[in-house]
């Protein structure tokens, strides 16, 4: 079973501070990572899908980078906001390109 | 679009009673899949299939049976239901081997 690892487990940051975590896997045999957001009682929510070696993907103020030959994704968060208090999940697709592996998810929570 | 659709949100059932759970995508898309969602263990993939008559095991399989006849449904099926079954049930759908998954909302299930 492919192992992918989020940390940190939990996060709590003020508003306005800029946060970054980690999602780190064994190997780079696999077709895509994934990043997904997840709020409480709503179901997960695309953010990137990444690909290459090298890949940076942005969308405001979130932002992903992804570093196959050593193993890992980051993603950050530039001015936190209270809405972006939520759960950030990375997965990998392997198995012929059909099945995403995910990890426990890093846990946001943004205060005012 | 409605996007992935799950019917019923909620059940509950008694122990040895079986129910089906419907998932529907009206997007097209080849891939679809079954998750559970239990605390501390994040998504774990239970049965998938990668088109139109067929299906194959996950993580997790055991006690549950699917069926993919139309493309655009995906059935779960517990045909004798344990507690160990309760949990959040999340059905998701992808277009391709570049593409985001899609979740639907989610079925919460209660086993006594």
Known sequence: ????EQSPQSLHVQEGDSTNFTCSFPSSNFYALHWYRWETAKSPEALFVMTLN????????????????????YLYIKGSQPEDSATYLCALLTGTASKLTFGTGTRLQVTL | N????????????????????LCAQDMNHEYMYWYRQDPGMGLRLIHYSVGEGTTAKGEVPDGYNVSRLKKQNFLLGLESAAPSQTSVYFCASRYGTDYEQYFGPGTRLTVT
């Open chain 1, 1 to 4: 079973i492919l192992n992918v």
């Open chain 2, 2 to 21: 409605a996007g992935v659709t799950q019917t019923p949100k909620f059940r509950v059932l008694k122990t040895g009673q079986s129910m089906t759970l």
């Open chain 1, 54 to 73: 090298g890949d940076e993907k942005k969308k405001g103020r979130i932002s992903a980078t992804l570093n196959t030959k050593e193993g890992y994704s």
